[in-house]
């Protein structure tokens, strides 16, 4: 019983810690005083302003279409390199699987100067389009490594056998395959989108010419202390996907009430993805 | 045949990945001239450079140590809950990270600050005021609330996939729970320790927005170094070669760590 | 009534409100004795285990050993020792160190430890195995490896959980003899629970048959097989045919049309019961010689004997009968059944 109540009292002051700062982002963002800690009454002009501030409407413009462009781009492009490095041989697969991994496990930071020496050194304008491609580039890897264990487990006579009932390659790829790993190919994107609008160390580096997303408008902001407007636009953000992670939860539930086994095994999946995007989202 | 799809990938591969590596090194090994020289390597040698590295290894492992004491027992309960609630428990360390980074580190700053929350609390309550922000403290605040996920649920993946037997077996045997724990769980859980380490080591030591934030410009660590090469000094070539020590610093770390895991596991990966 | 190793007295079991897996047990196992529980899975002979182990804690009902009550003892207090389904050796441990688990536990000094291991690899047959990893031996060679893990720790009671399952046949049938034999050597009580009637009868003193949380019957294993007490027993000891019918009197059974000598007693009569008939006691004799004619519908020939399909003629039933005598299909032929062969057991 006393062990019960120290483990809960233990993880409720872990998630104390976890969402503190996000209820004072929350509350704050209703709060009447500019200045950060004194609290002047309630508010919801930061709320009506955010819609009328160019600045912070251009940065949410910017990290929106950055993310769903390079989602889009990443996860086709990423499918195609997955199932091309399934098929091949030993060695070009293992090289080409240690370049992959480079943007991985390298620091978020060498990644970005990387990509900046390259940008500038070909007299690239830095802006939208460095932008995107540092973007794309930084997510191709994490699509691949979503598709291809996918690709693994599928039976490797699966498509032969589409084959050996007349099926084209590429019919019996489009119809057989396809469809099997198209989870994969979800949580890559998934995970390419999460990145993509919660990046700023590469945007940071690879992004000019008035062109800044979300995370690059707070760290300018961050020392002459933050727009409230921010706070307003982070609580929308974060209640939306709030709303959505609870909606789905919900329908996992529903869904599979009467097979345990099934739910737990759909919640793994959902996990995953959050787990695999967490093992690299937020490297700063 | 269908080898022939991951062409387009390889050849962005080599414009995006390989190609910028390449140029970082051809900085780092060249002067300003374009000449061939080991200087940019050598400067950094200086003592000056040399604690800047120790202080972000010491920052990152302290950090690293904080999160594995605080997020073990974390995972531990995790996984041991029944597993609706264990769900929501996940959901709820995931949930976080979907607050814009930048923000949430932010959000320390009005908690921490002179005039911040906790100040004005400790205020009511006629205590004196405490100097929270701009130190080494904030920052290791800092990584560690940003990272502790990363530790938590690598852990409690291994430990809520770990096979109740040997847990029975190991007190059929006679070890009581703090035995069943150092010498059968523990143990085992290993490999996601392992990867939660790296997974907070890693970004632990390469950030430079905590330090900027919390640490307030006055706590350099070596992603300052880096950034500032690039943004302020434009000192492309010395900064090149901090990037090349960093990265293989933390190349080198991850195969001697999987190594470890390996050595540990016999040859069996569990993560 | 401290002569007992193991009392199982009214032990029941719900994981979940009024869902009792085991209901009301009551056991009693000596000491030195190989005691096998039997039964289809699901039939809460592993959580029987589980609950003499310390896995699991009986709902209601005490457990007893030597005459004292366990049952809220620890797993890590009790002097019994478990090989699980699946091994649980530790994988991070080499064989040495897992099988001195236990002795290190107990702070065994290392000469010992030492000695007491090298005994134990011994008696296994596995010497000189000390530093393999337990992921590179076979699953006979595991399956041992555990054993020898329990058994040093000189349990006075050694609980198996289907230890054989994960073997081939072949291997399944050294080991019964194996593990026999090991018992036999360290004169200590076994408790093996299995689903394999075979293995059942072949090692233990005593079974016990459980079925749907129940016991059903205990017994040596000639008396479970000859004199099945349950309908439930007989059919999944061995081969029967199972009939519905009436004892007529004493030594007078009537079913399948026809009145059947048989050497059961005191039931009332016309009481309605059960026969049981095993397939190699059916006697086939020339078509009018018998107590029923039946038509052979198949013959399937099955090593030792044939097995063959007879439809009764009298109410169609069919009969299943081991013969080492062939009978071609579309043969009518005699049945009969010596009175000490007919079981009957009561039926509702």
New interface residues.
């Given amino acids: 019983m006393v062990k019960k109540w120290i483990e809960r009292s233990y993880s409720g002051l872990i998630f104390v810690f976890l969402y503190a700062p996000i209820l004072v982002l929350i509350i704050f963002s209703f709060n009447e005083s500019r200045t950060r800690g004194n609290w002047g009454g309630f508010t919801l002009h930061w709320y009506a302003d955010l819609f009328r501030d160019r600045q912070i409407l251009s940065a949410f413009y910017y990290t929106l279409s950055i993310g769903v462009i390079s989602a889009v781009v990443s996860t086709i492009v990423g499918t195609f390199a997955a199932v091309g490095i399934y098929n091949m041989r030993y060695l070009g697969q293992k090289t080409i699987l240690n370049l992959n991994y480079l943007p991985v496990l390298n620091p978020d930071i060498v990644t970005g100067v990387a990509l900046m020496t390259l940008f500038i050194f070909f007299n690239f304008r830095l802006g939208f389009l460095t932008l995107l491609l540092a973007h794309i580039t930084f997510c191709i890897p994490y699509v691949i490594l979503a598709v291809l264990p996918k690709l693994r487990q599928l039976d490797k006579n699966l498509a032969e056998a589409a084959m050996d009932l007349g099926a084209k390659p590429f019919y019996a790829f489009r119809k057989v395959v396809l469809p099997e790993i198209t989870p994969g190919i979800i949580t890559g994107a998934l995970i390419a989108f999460t990145l993509s609008i919660d990046d700023f160390v590469i945007s940071f580096f690879t992004t000019g010419s008035g062109v800044t997303n979300i995370s690059i408008t707070v760290f300018s902001m961050a020392r002459r202390g933050v727009n409230p407007m921010i706070n307003a636009l982070s609580t929308i953000m974060f209640t939306t996907v709030l709303l959505l992670l609870l909606w789905i939860n919900y329908r996992t539930n529903k869904e599979k009430e009467e097979d345990e086994d099934e739910k737990e095994l759909q919640m793994y999946n959902v996990l995953g993805t959050a787990g695999d995007t967490l093992s690299d989202d937020d490297r700063v | ?10 050849v ?2 080599s414009m ?6 390449l ?2 090194l051809y ?1 780092g090994l060249t002067a300003v001239d374009g000449s061939f020289t080991l200087d940019n390597f050598q400067r950094f040698i200086d003592p000056i450079y040399l604690r800047v590295l120790w202080r972000s290894v010491e920052l990152a492992l302290l950090s690293t140590a904080i999160c594995l004491v ?1 997020g073990y ?2 995972a531990m ?2 996984a ?1 809950t029944e ?2 609630r264990r ?25 921490l ?1 002179r ?3 906790i ?2 609390i400790l205020g009511w309550a006629g205590l004196p005021e405490l100097n929270l922000l701009y130190n080494a403290s904030a920052v290791v605040l800092g990584m560690v ?2 990272f ?3 530790m938590v ?2 852990i409690y ?1 291994v430990l809520s996939k770990m ?1 109740q ?2 847990i ?9 729970n703090r ?1 069943v724990f150092w ?2 769980i523990f ?2 859980s ?1 490999p996601g320790v392992i ?1 939660g380490v790296t ?1 907070v080591f ?2 632990a ?6 330090p ?2 919390l640490g307030g410009g006055q706590l350099m660590l070596i ?1 300052n170094l ?2 500032q090469q ?1 943004s302020y000094v434009g000192d ?1 070539n010395f ?2 070669a901090i ?1 090349i020590v ?2 293989l610093f ?2 080198i770390s ?1 195969a001697l760590m999987t190594r470890f895991d390996k050595e ?3 040859g ?1 990966g569990l993560w | 009534m401290g002569e007992y190793m193991i009392d199982l007295k009214g032990v029941s079991k719900a994981f979940r409100k009024d869902q009792w897996v085991l209901d009301d047990i009551h056991l009693s196992i000596l000491e030195k004795e190989f005691v096998t529980l039997l039964g289809p899975s699901g039939c809460g002979k592993t959580t029987t285990l589980r609950i003499i182990g310390g896995f699991e804690a009986a709902t209601r009902g005490d457990v007893l050993f030597e005459g004292k009550s366990i049952r809220d003892l620890p797993p890590y207090e009790r002097q019994i020792n478990t090989v699980f389904q699946k091994y649980a050796l530790f994988p991070h441990m080499n064989v040495f160190e897992n099988i001195a688990f236990g002795l290190n536990i107990k702070r065994v000094p290392k000469e010992g430890i030492q000695k007491k291991v090298k005994d134990m690899l011994s008696l296994i047959d596995l010497k000189g195995f000390e530093k393999r990893r337990v992921h590179s031996l076979s699953g006979g060679q595991q399956q041992r490896v555990a054993i020898a893990r329990a058994l040093v720790n000189e349990p006075k009671v050694l609980l198996l959980d289907e230890p054989l399952g994960a073997l081939d046949l072949q291997l399944r049938k050294e080991m019964q003899v194996e593990l026999k034999k090991i018992q036999e050597q360290v004169g200590i009580t076994f408790l093996y629970v299995t689903h394999d009637q075979e293995e059942a009868l072949t090692m233990s003193d005593r079974v016990v048959v459980m079925n749907e949380g129940r016991i059903e019957q205990i017994g040596r294993p000639e008396d479970i097989y000859n004199e099945p007490k349950t309908p439930f027993v007989a059919n999944f000891i061995g081969e029967s045919n199972l009939f519905e019918g009436e004892m007529k009197q004493d030594n007078l059974v009537y079913f399948q049309g026809k009145r059947f000598q048989c050497v059961d007693k005191a039931f009332a009569d016309t009481e309605k019961v059960f026969v049981v008939v095993r397939p190699e006691d059916v006697e086939l004799t020339g078509k009018t010689n018998g107590i029923i004619e039946g038509e052979v519908l198949r013959t399937t020939f099955k090593g030792i004997h044939y097995e063959m399909m007879i439809k009764s003629l009298e109410d169609e039933k069919e009969w299943k009968v081991h013969s080492t005598e062939r009978r071609t299909p579309g043969e009518v032929v005699g049945i009969t059944v010596r009175p000490d062969l007919i079981h009957i057991m009561k039926r509702g």
């Fill in positions: 045949m269908k080898s022939r799809m991951a062409y387009p990938y390889i962005w591969l995006f990945i390989v190609l910028p590596l140029l970082i900085y605080l027992p974390m309960i995790i041991k597993i609706k769900n929501l428990m996940v959901l709820l360390f995931i949930l976080p990270m979907w607050m814009n980074f930048l923000l949430r580190t932010y959000a320390w700053m009005t908690l600050g005039n911040g929350v100040n004005n609330y940003n502790l996920p990363f649920l690598p993946t096979d037997s040997y029975e077996a190991a007190k059929d045997l006679g070890a009581n035995k010498k059968v143990p085992l290993l990867s997974m890693m970004p030591v390469s950030t430079f927005v905590i900027r934030l992603g880096v950034e690039f492309w900064g090149s990037s960093m990265m933390i190349l991850m540990q596991q016999g069996v």
